[in-house]
């Protein structure tokens, strides 16, 4: 069973526009939540993460928001750029179990 | 910083064979973990291991074996290709079980 869904499974936008990934989750003892960003050939690596605790994290152009309620979590890359073209995967983990990931979502900046 | 080497990075097997993947971290890391990449499916956990000798079954344990006999080192087998088989097996460890995970390039298997 999927325990964390992703969508949309591809995205194109344009260059200057915002960007919306959205994730939701099975199980309520997930307390962490990671974004990783994966180029062609390479390895998943931290975008940025957010635990329980908090509903936002901002770093750069990059925001996350967590719903705990409803068991969702988003984000939004604002004025996107060619190179933020990459697979983006959202996880989830607890202190008890390893992380598991979504389906993965790969975005196209178009110049 | 730190690196996660997986080899071979490109393997290609015949049916039924046996196959093996290794990885090595010098991060010190105490936790390792083996993900199946398939398109369209995401990462999928097959092993985990939280410790040397410790072995957790992840979500797609069924046809793999793996071992931690080193701290720094983590080894996946499949035990019997299936034709048509194409994936990316990717490496990670981190410290403790929550964090962040680093990864390794990937091994890309081909069953012919």
């Known amino acids: 069973q999927q325990q964390v869904r992703q969508s949309p499974q591809s995205l194109t936008v344009w260059e200057g526009g915002t960007t919306v990934l959205t994730c939701s989750y099975e199980d309520s003892t997930f307390n962490y939540f990671p974004w990783y960003q994966q180029f062609p050939g390479e390895g998943p690596a931290l975008l940025i993460s957010?635990?329980?605790?908090?509903d936002k994290k901002e770093d750069g152009r990059f925001t996350t928001f967590f719903n705990k309620r409803e068991k969702k979590l988003s984000l939004h890359i604002i004025d996107s750029q060619p190179g933020d073209s990459a697979t983006y995967f959202c996880?989830?983990?607890?202190?008890?179990?390893?992380?598991?990931f979504g389906a993965g979502t790969k975005l196209s900046v178009k110049p | 910083g730190g690196i996660i080497t997986q080899t071979p990075k490109f393997l290609i097997g015949q049916e039924g064979q046996k196959l093996t993947l290794k990885c090595q971290q010098n991060?010190?890391?105490?936790?390792m973990y083996w993900y199946r990449q398939d398109s369209g499916k995401g990462l999928r956990l097959i092993y985990y291991s939280i410790t040397e000798n410790d072995l957790q079954k992840g979500d797609l344990s069924e046809g793999y074996d793996a071992s931690r006999e080193k701290k720094s080192s983590f080894s996946l087998t499949v035990t019997s290709a299936q034709k048509n088989e194409m994936a990316v097996f990717l490496c990670a460890s981190t410290q403790g079980n929550t964090g962040q995970l680093y990864f390794g390039e990937g091994s890309k298997l081909t069953v012919l």
């Open positions: 991060f010190n890391h105490d936790t």
């Open positions: 996880a989830a983990s607890n202190n008890n179990n390893a992380p598991r």
């Open positions: 957010i635990l329980s605790v908090s």
